[in-house]
Structure formats: C-alpha cells, structure tokens
C-alpha cells in the first residue's frame, strides 16, 4: 500500500533553516508528481509547493516562495523541502502528498511532521 | 481568508442528511473540478470525493459530491457519530497558479 512518511520537523529560531524529507513507497515514485500541504496549529490547509514527476515544473505558493525549494530523488524513493528565512507564520505541520496520475488531485497524505519557528 | 469559502460549521443528529457548501469564482471551480478531503480529530487529511462527485473505493456511498457553476457541495446521508471530523473542498486556481482550499467546515454530529 501507499505509503509517506515525514521526517525533519522541530524547532527552530526565525531566519533559521529546516530540511523536511518525505520517504516514499508502495508504487512507481518516479510516475507521480508530489506535493507539500501544511497546516497551521488550528487552522486550515495551506498548499506549500509541487513538484513533476521528473523535477522539471516545480511550483510554490506565493507565502513561501524565494524562500522555500522542493526537490526529489527518484533513487532513493524521496521528496524533500528546504525552508529558509523561516518567520513564526510558517509554524505548522507539513504534509507530504501524492498527486493522482492525472496530478488533478492529492491521492494519498503523509502523517505530517511539525514545524515550529520560535525564539 | 480562503480563496474558496466554506461555512465554518455544520451540525445533524444521526440518519439525518447534512451538506456543506463550497463557493469560488470562475478561475477556480468554474474551470476545475473540486475535490473534498476529511480530516478525523487528530489525524492527516484523507481524499474523500475527487472530480466533483467521484468516490475513491472504501469511501461509503453516503458520501457524495456536486458542482454546479462556482459552487460545489458535499452531500452526507445517514450520518454517523464516526463523521465528525473537519471537511475542506479544494481545487487549482488557473488564475492564482496554485491550489486552492476552503477554510474548512468542521462537522458535529449531535
């Protein structure tokens, strides 16, 4: 079955720099674009970014773009996001999520990892 | 403030039928399909209906979906106690370039 598993979360102090990966299995990784979701503590979903199947379109969300990276390793079964310039407004929890084939919709979510920006 | 506009809360009793209505504009649910995601108190969101009115298997069929215009809604007949969760519609904004959700109506089966 499909699986996404979040890892990276923790603290860190605003400006700061966090790395969260997404390991992936239970289907073909290198078919299917992915996609980053967070959640604020008691708030809505908010899409984060996309990346294509073969990282050649990588799209963000205006709240996070220059800021954020989405990348993957096809290899190695896995999707990352490397966060700089992290601000308070950024805590949250992260998921991980696979797009259908038709990339029309989000097919499959992680269990999420948390994010918090403090000092 | 969310692009698409969902209430913020919906209440029924048990059996009864409840729908939570999505709204939007032309660049978003007037020229995409919506999906709706559950979210059960403390866990990830799941993919409840896709393509306006599609069932992913496993999802009972008191569940169903509708879009009409710039509008969508989430139809739950025979509502269960184990329903009580937060709902979200979602779809691509053509306009925005980015996917686009509602703020999310959280359901309370009285």
Same mark, same amino acid.
């Given at each position: 079955q499909v699986q996404l598993v979040e890892s990276g979360g923790g603290l860190v102090k605003p400006g700061g720099s966090l790395r969260l990966s997404c390991a992936a299995s239970g289907f073909t990784f290198s078919d299917y674009y992915l996609t980053w979701i967070r959640q604020a503590p008691g708030k809505g979903l908010e899409w984060v970014s996309y990346i294509s199947s073969s990282s050649t379109y990588t799209i963000y969300a205006d709240s996070v773009k220059g800021r954020f990276t989405i990348s993957r390793d096809n290899a190695k079964n896995s999707v990352y996001l490397q966060m700089n310039s992290l601000r308070a407004e950024d805590t949250a929890v992260y998921y991980c999520a696979r797009l259908s084939m038709n990339q029309e919709y989000f097919q499959h979510w992680g269990q999420g990892t948390l994010v918090t920006v403090s000092s | 403030q969310s692009v698409l506009t969902q209430p913020p809360s919906a209440s029924g009793t048990p059996g009864q039928r409840v729908t939570i209505s999505c709204s939007g $504009? #032309?660049? @978003? &649910?007037?020229? @995409? #399909?919506? @999906?709706? /995601?559950?979210? *059960? !108190? %403390?866990?990830? !969101?799941? *993919? *409840? &209906? /896709? $393509? #306006? #009115?599609?069932? !992913?298997? %496993?999802v009972p069929d008191r569940f169903s979906g509708s879009k009409s215009g710039t509008s969508a809604s989430l139809a739950i007949s025979g509502l269960q106690s184990e329903d009580e969760a937060d709902y979200y519609c979602a779809a691509w904004d053509d306009s925005l370039n980015a996917w686009v959700f509602g703020g999310g109506t959280k359901l309370t089966v009285l």
């Amino acid at each position: 079955q499909v699986q996404l598993v979040e890892s990276g979360g923790g603290l860190v102090k605003p400006g700061g720099s966090l790395r969260l990966s997404c390991a992936a299995s239970g289907f073909t990784f290198s078919d299917y674009y992915l996609t980053w979701i967070r959640q604020a503590p008691g708030k809505g979903l908010e899409w984060v970014s996309y990346i294509s199947s073969s990282s050649t379109y990588t799209i963000y969300a205006d709240s996070v773009k220059g800021r954020f990276t989405i990348s993957r390793d096809n290899a190695k079964n896995s999707v990352y996001l490397q966060m700089n310039s992290l601000r308070a407004e950024d805590t949250a929890v992260y998921y991980c999520a696979r797009l259908s084939m038709n990339q029309e919709y989000f097919q499959h979510w992680g269990q999420g990892t948390l994010v918090t920006v403090s000092s | 403030q969310s692009v698409l506009t969902q209430p913020p809360s919906a209440s029924g009793t048990p059996g009864q039928r409840v729908t939570i209505s999505c709204s939007g $504009s #032309n660049s @978003n &649910i007037g020229s @995409n #399909n919506v @999906n709706w /995601y559950q979210q *059960l !108190p %403390g866990t990830a !969101p799941k *993919l *409840l &209906i /896709y $393509s #306006n #009115n599609q069932r !992913p298997s %496993g999802v009972p069929d008191r569940f169903s979906g509708s879009k009409s215009g710039t509008s969508a809604s989430l139809a739950i007949s025979g509502l269960q106690s184990e329903d009580e969760a937060d709902y979200y519609c979602a779809a691509w904004d053509d306009s925005l370039n980015a996917w686009v959700f509602g703020g999310g109506t959280k359901l309370t089966v009285l």
